[in-house]
C-alpha cells in the first residue's frame, strides 16, 4: 500500500501566468513511475488537510520527477502553490499512481494519438517524452485546445520536442479566442472540429493508441468521435480532471439516488498494511468515512469516485458504489470498489485496502 512520503523542492519554474512546474527530489530517493501517473499531495491550510493529486509531466527515462500545478479559481492548492511554493520546501505525497498509460516496448512501430485541454497536457506530455525517447520508431499526434496562445502550458517544451523529433512528433494547437492561419485549428475541440481533423489531418486507422486528458466535455467528444472512426474501446486511454483532480477513466455512474439505504447498522472489517479492525458502522455512512471515524488511515485523495486512491476490494457482504469515474469493468467484476462512494448493504462486510 502507498503512503506519503517527503519529497524536496529542488525548484518552481512558472510556465504560463497561472501555471507552475515544480521539480521534486524524493527523500527516499525512489523516482520510479510510469508514463501518464500522478502523485497526491496532502497539507494543512487552515487546520483542515486538503489533498491535490497532479500529473508527472516528465518522462520515464529523464530521472526527475516534475509535476505541473495549474491555478484553479478558488482552489486553496494550487493557488498556494502557484503563490508561495519555493525551491528548498518539502512536500508530502502519495504514489505515483494511475494507469493512464500503454505498455513501452522499443521494437513497436507505433502510430499514438494525444488529446489535451489545458492542463489536461501534463500527463499527456510524460506519454509523448517516454514514447519519443523509447520507442524510437513510433510517432505521436498531439491536439492541444487552449484558449489563447499565451495559455499553451508547456509550450516551449513542446516547441523543443518538436524540433527535435520533426519525423516522429505532429502538434495540432486548436485555440478559442485567438484566430489562426488554418480556420480550422480555431475554436474547440468538439466533435465537428475532430470529424474534420479526422477526415483531413489525422489518420485514426493506423492509430494504435489515443491518450484523451482534459475537461469531460471535450473528452466525450473526442471518444464518441474516435469511435465512430471505427478506434476500439480498448485502445483509447482516458483521465478525467475534475477541478485539478486526475482519475483514470470515463464511466458512467449511476445516479447516487437510484441507491436504497438500508436502515440499521453493519458489521465491518477492514484491512489495511496487513492488519484487521472491526467496528460498527451505519448504512449512510461511506466505507471511507467509516474507516477514517475509527481511526484507519485509509488512502484517499479526491473523494469524488476519480482518482482511484481509495479503492479497495470487498470479500464479504456487499456494498453500493453511488459513483465510479476510476475504476475498469473488469475490477469492478472482480469486487473492487471506491472506498469514498461504497456504503455497506449487507449486516456484514469485509474489505481489504492491500490488494
Ligand atoms: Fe478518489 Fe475515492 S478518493 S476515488
Redesign the pocket.
Known sequence: MARFRELNVTGVRKTTRDAVVVTLAPADGVTEFKQGQYLTFRREFGGEEVRRSYSICTGRTEGIIQVGIKRVEGGVFSSWANENLETGMTLEAMGPAGSFHAPIDPARAAHYLGFAGGSGITPVLSIIKTVLAEEPLSRFTLTYGNRTMGSIMFREELEDLKNLHMRRLNIIHVLESEAQDIELFSGRIDEAKCRSLFERWIDIEGTDTAFICGPEPMMLAVATSLAARGLPEERIKYELFTTS?P?RALRPAPAAASIEVSAGLTRATVTLDGASRSFEMERRVTL?DAALDNAIDAP???????????RCRVLDGEVEMSSNH?LEDHEVAQGYV????SIPITDRVVVDFDH
Open positions: 483532480e482519475g471511507l484517499f485523495a479526491c473523494r469524488a469516485g476519480v482518482c482511484s486512491t481509495c476510476a471506491l472506498a469514498c462512494q
